[in-house]
């Protein structure tokens, strides 16, 4: 054999080990890429998965509502009751004296005292008080009626436990808003016993409270439980019927949205006056303490 031909043949050999390279190259490649997108496939799926999951869970759960609140205003206090009624409870003080309140549609008051001297005969002395509390619809806190029935419980007991009361009885007042309760008591005190008279009423939203008292001073003779009680009873139906009137005849729901989010609680404490809590006494009538 020639020096050319055997030369020749060790570059066929050579030739075919190089091209024998390449095809195992080029088969390993597409398994790699066929993994390499099964991978890649399996991720973005788990993915848009965990995506729709989320979007359905979201969608499924609606933001929380609650029914709105009735009536969204208060009545001017001094002005929710009549001006006979005035001069029939309290006929020494017609105008009254409002409280000081932080939100007057919220919160509001106004009191009225009357002293009628009789000179060496003594006197005859009247204290009225109404407030009025109007609750808001929240999520957290509930429904304005459901808070205001428990705002209207409170009063009512602490009307019931007020210091120094004697002889305390109570008694429904029927056809005084939706719920109403009289509660009514003597304190006696060194000017004299005072007769006292709290009534306690709910109209949808709204708490009215409605103080009244009187005493007979320097020997003037006791007034009439019962005349003082029927004429609280009276007031307070007035007062309601203002309420309900200050938000339209047929009363209804008050214009907007219930609230999504806690709204400032109607509950908090105002400037001091005649809007404090009625059953802590807000005056300076020497029939009730002062809280």
């Not at 006929?91 to 060496?120: H, Y």
């Not at 949808?204 to 001073?217: K, M, R």
């Not at 029927?230 to 009137?245: I, L």
């Amino acid at each position: 054999m020639s020096e050319g031909t055997m030369q020749r043949r060790e570059e066929r050999q050579q030739r075919a080990k190089r091209l024998n390279r390449v095809l195992v190259c080029a088969a390993a490649v597409p398994v790699m890429l066929v993994a390499a997108g099964c991978s890649s496939d399996s991720g973005s799926g788990d993915s848009t998965d965990k995506a729709e999951k989320a979007a359905a869970s979201a969608s499924a759960s609606p933001s929380p509502t609650v029914e709105a609140a009735a009536y969204g205003k208060l009545p001017e206090p001094c002005k929710a009751l009549s001006k006979k009624t005035l001069e029939d409870l309290v006929p020494k003080d017609k105008s009254g004296k409002e409280g000081k309140s932080d939100d007057i549609s919220t919160r509001a008051g106004c009191s009225w005292n009357s002293l009628d001297n009789n000179g060496v005969k003594g006197s005859q002395f009247r204290w009225l008080n109404v407030s009025m509390l109007r609750f808001e619809s929240d999520v957290t806190r509930g429904p304005a009626d459901k808070q205001a029935q428990e705002y209207y419980e409170k009063q009512v007991q602490d009307a019931q436990a007020a210091e120094g009361a004697k002889g305390v009885e109570s008694e429904p007042v029927p056809g005084t808003g939706d719920q109403a309760t009289a509660v009514h008591y003597d304190l006696k005190k060194k000017e004299g016993t005072f007769k006292q008279q709290t009534v306690v009423a709910r109209v949808e939203n709204v708490v009215v409270t409605l103080d009244y008292n009187g005493a007979g001073l320097a020997g003037d003779k006791t007034p009439s439980a019962d005349e003082l009680l029927k004429d609280a009873k009276k007031a307070a139906k007035e007062a309601v019927a203002a309420v309900s009137e200050a938000n339209g005849a047929g009363g209804g729901k008050a214009s907007g949205s219930p609230s999504k989010s806690p709204s400032q609680s109607p509950s908090k404490p105002a400037s001091k006056g005649a809007s404090d809590e009625p059953s802590k006494g807000a005056s300076k009538s020497p029939s009730r303490k002062s809280a």
